[in-house]
């Protein structure tokens, strides 16, 4: 690696560590799992079984089992009947007896329609399980390890399902709410599947937990079908480290964090490029609404996510690399395709600040539609990438977003727990984002998102379609007809710099602290109040002072630098106005730069007789910002390590300074110092010509 080469990646990393904290407030309370790896991959998608249940779970009141069916088809009926009669012969009573009942692999349990509390699972742990020794996470549970999951099943679990292969859970009702397995916000998980491969769950409900409803960890097979879960702190769905399976036609809402959480899915494409052989997790037909975000995705990689609809919530779906401890990372390999992900505009941080989700879960009113959000994120959004490689975005419908139909922004690695050099700016890149239809619903109907795309400019091979309406850049590098064709590829190692300030101040959430963020606008912040308008203004006051001082003690005599004093001026003001558009990109901040641009070229051009070295520093200055304002608004530079935006502030810093003291330093030869020789007629009477100023000025 060459010096120049070291010394940039030096640099990036350094500005990278700016943002340490985007992702250190949201990592104290994301997925902690004991340490897990993939499974070996030979396992395949289990495939339904339609014999005769060899299990049955029912209750034992009669009348409210009659009054549950009394609507089903007459044949559905008549089989429920039926096997009422049987399980009351020989069936349980509760979930978790008919899973300790299993003894061989390819049993199948049927749940008739009732309501599963599963009372001899509820209390707390006493014993021995009430003093297991594990270290706890951020949230304050335990985490165990698989020998003490087995040990006590239910410190944690209202349902465990450990190490059973080959098993298929079904509801035997007419839809998913005939059977509802409710944990009562007494347990983390409401039906916990572990090591068990092969595991098949269909048609029932299960709701009310202090994490996630349904939870699949280190399997190799699996299939969720038809199944809701809702009314969770966090997850509805959480499948983790988990290979070959499958999301059908499910649902999911009311949810801390996401609905759907493929989390680590098995990195089985790592290395690749856009065309793989499988993917390890499918996700299709499946609706989820009204949760923070719809889909997550830390270390969602290869999963092929289409012809779903992810829809009110605060977000639609998001991928990331901004949590240590979960294996696959960075984040790479989902395909999404065909899916509705539309009006995720829901607002559930008023929650978190008047105290609402500092009530005990049972409290809070997550059955009335209330949501906790779990981490920070920017509401109004479509799809959120940060920190992801190799994702495909195309062919799907996105509408009605108050922020954005697309969110890119890069994670260093060392939030993740890595601190080699080489790694840190290893997201995002290509990402591909084509062909999909942006501000339309599917009958044409115009739905328009304030803008389309949202992008921190880090990465390399991340493209657009040509389409793409109002973005943030202005400009983007576009896809080509066939994967990897990209027009005015960039390969940026750190993102804007105001960007870059806006995500570090938008990390500092906390819900348990009741913390949110003041100068971001996720949380509501609006004009002067904004980050990004703070810092505008404050820049545009010391620029618009040190300018005007430095025209009228050296320039006020030149009418060109005039002229540019008051087109940068209104640069300025310009700058500061778009400041407070964000949520509509315009060209206002080009325009600014554009402007501010032509005055640093003038003012440094009519300082250079006099002051040659500060003169040339200055043309240079309004030449990186004539060319950060082509960078923004016409074509992305390619290729480049930094945006010049970078380049320009650290030398408007320097020129500040310089400016000040150029300003208050009386030099010769200068038009401030025109008429104002103590003694005009001196070198006349010392029969000499004046003297020159001397080379570069007094600087």
């Known amino acids: 690696m060459s010096w120049t080469r070291r010394f940039v990646l030096a640099l990036s990393v350094v500005l990278a560590a700016l943002a340490a904290a985007l992702f250190t407030a949201p990592a104290a309370q994301a997925h902690e799992e004991r340490p897990v790896t993939f499974p070996d991959g030979t396992g395949s998608v289990p495939v339904l079984r339609t014999g005769e249940p060899d299990l049955l779970v029912c209750k034992s009141d009669r009348g409210d089992f009659a009054r549950r069916i009394a609507g089903f088809p007459a044949d559905l009926k008549a089989r429920n009947l039926?096997?009422?009669?049987?399980?009351?012969?020989?069936?349980?009573?509760?979930?978790?007896?008919?899973?300790?009942?299993?003894?061989?692999?390819?049993?199948?349990?049927?749940?008739?329609?009732?309501?599963?509390?599963?009372?001899?699972?509820?209390?707390?742990?006493?014993?021995?399980?009430?003093?297991?020794?594990a270290p706890d996470s951020a949230l304050g549970y335990q985490i165990l390890s698989y020998a003490q999951q087995l040990q006590c099943p239910h410190n944690q679990n209202l349902v465990a399902i450990l190490g059973k292969k080959n098993l298929?859970?079904?509801?035997?009702?007419?839809?998913?709410?005939d059977v509802v397995i409710d944990a009562k916000y007494a347990k983390l998980n409401a039906i916990r599947a572990d090591k068990s491969d092969g595991i098949y769950f269909r048609n029932f409900t299960?709701?009310?937990?202090?994490?996630?409803?349904?939870?699949?960890?280190?399997?190799?097979?699996?299939?969720?079908?038809?199944v809701l879960t809702r009314w969770n702190d966090e997850y509805g769905f959480l499948t983790f480290a988990s290979d070959h399976g499958l999301y059908k036609n499910c649902e999911s809402y009311g949810n801390g964090d996401s609905g759907i959480y493929p989390g680590s899915a098995s990195d089985i494409n790592d290395g690749?490029?856009?065309?793989?052989?499988?993917?390890?997790?499918?996700?299709?037909?499946?609706?989820?609404?009204?949760?923070?975000?719809g889909y997550s995705g830390t270390a969602g990689d290869s999963v092929h996510v289409h012809d779903n609809e992810f829809d009110h919530n605060m977000g639609g779906a998001s991928m990331d690399s901004a949590f240590p401890g979960h294996p696959g990372l960075p984040q790479n390999h989902a395909r999404f395709e065909r899916n509705l992900i539309h009006d995720n505009n829901q607002n559930y941080y008023p929650n978190v600040a008047d105290?609402?989700?500092?009530?005990?879960?049972?409290?809070?009113?997550?059955?009335?539609?209330?949501?906790?959000?779990?981490?920070?994120?920017?509401?109004?959004?479509?799809?959120?990438t940060a920190g992801g490689n190799w994702n495909l975005y195309e062919n799907n419908w996105i509408y009605?977003?108050?922020?954005?139909?697309?969110?890119?922004?890069?994670?260093?690695?060392?939030?993740?727990?890595?601190?080699?050099?080489?790694?840190?700016?290893?997201?995002s890149h290509h990402n591909r984002y084509a062909g999909n239809h942006l501000g339309v619903d599917r009958d044409g109907t115009s739905r328009p998102n304030r803008s389309d795309v949202w992008w921190d400019g880090q990465g390399g091979g991340n493209c657009w379609q040509p389409d793409a309406g109002a973005a943030t850049p202005y400009a983007l590098p576009a896809c080509g007809p066939r994967w990897g064709d990209v027009s005015g590829n960039t390969r940026r190692l750190v993102g804007e710099p105001v960007k870059l300030a806006q995500l570090l101040v938008c990390a500092d959430y906390n819900v348990q602290a009741r913390r949110l963020p003041a100068g971001c606008d996720w949380y509501g912040a609006r004009g002067i109040q904004r980050v990004e308008t703070q810092l505008a203004l404050g820049t545009a006051a010391v620029l618009a002072l040190v300018g005007t001082?430095?025209?009228?003690?050296?320039?006020?005599?030149?009418?060109?630098?005039?002229?540019?004093?008051?087109?940068?001026?209104?640069?300025?003001?310009?700058?500061?106005?778009?400041?407070?558009?964000?949520l509509t990109p315009t060209l206002l901040p080009a325009l600014a730069l554009l402007l501010t641009g032509l005055w640093w070229t003038v003012l440094g051009l009519a300082l250079r007789p006099h002051r040659r070295f500060f003169a040339w520093t200055t043309v240079v200055l309004g030449a990186l910002t004539l060319l950060d304002a082509f960078d923004k608004a016409v074509l992305m530079i390619p290729w480049i390590p930094l945006s010049p935006a970078w380049a320009r502030a650290l030398l408007a810093v320097v020129w500040v300074l310089w400016a000040v003291i150029v300003a208050?330093?009386?030099?010769?030869?200068?038009?401030?110092?025109?008429?104002?020789?103590?003694?005009?007629?001196?070198?006349?009477?010392?029969?000499?010509?004046?003297?020159?100023?001397?080379?570069?000025?007094?600087?």
């Not at 003894?103 to 049927?110: H, L, R, S, V, W």
């Open 82 to 133: 039926a096997l009422y009669e049987r399980c009351q012969r020989q069936g349980y009573r509760h979930l978790q007896q008919a899973v300790d009942a299993v003894n061989k692999p390819g049993t199948t349990i049927a749940i008739l329609p009732g309501l599963y509390e599963e009372e001899p699972s509820l209390p707390a742990p006493t014993g021995a399980c009430a003093a297991l020794k």
């Open 168 to 177: 298929q859970i079904e509801g035997t009702g007419a839809s998913r709410l």
């Open 206 to 226: 299960a709701q009310r937990t202090t994490f996630n409803s349904l939870y699949v960890l280190a399997g190799d097979g699996f299939v969720i079908d038809d």
């Open 272 to 293: 690749r490029g856009y065309a793989v052989p499988r993917h390890s997790i499918e996700i299709t037909g499946c609706r989820s609404h009204h949760n923070m975000v």
């Open 355 to 384: 105290g609402t989700c500092a009530k005990p879960p049972v409290e809070r009113g997550y059955e009335q539609g209330v949501v906790c959000p779990q981490i920070s994120m920017p509401p109004g959004t479509g799809i959120i």
């Open 400 to 427: 009605g977003h108050q922020r954005s139909a697309f969110f890119l922004s890069a994670v260093p690695a060392f939030i993740r727990g890595e601190s080699e050099w080489g790694k840190q700016t290893d997201t």
């Open 549 to 582: 001082l430095l025209w009228w003690r050296r320039l006020r005599d030149n009418r060109p630098a005039g002229v540019a004093t008051v087109l940068g001026l209104l640069g300025l003001a310009l700058d500061v106005a778009g400041s407070t558009l964000a």
């Open 664 to 699: 208050g330093t009386r030099g010769p030869g200068t038009e401030a110092d025109a008429g104002h020789d103590p003694d005009p007629d001196h070198g006349a009477r010392a029969g000499s010509a004046p003297a020159a100023a001397p080379a570069g000025g007094a600087e």
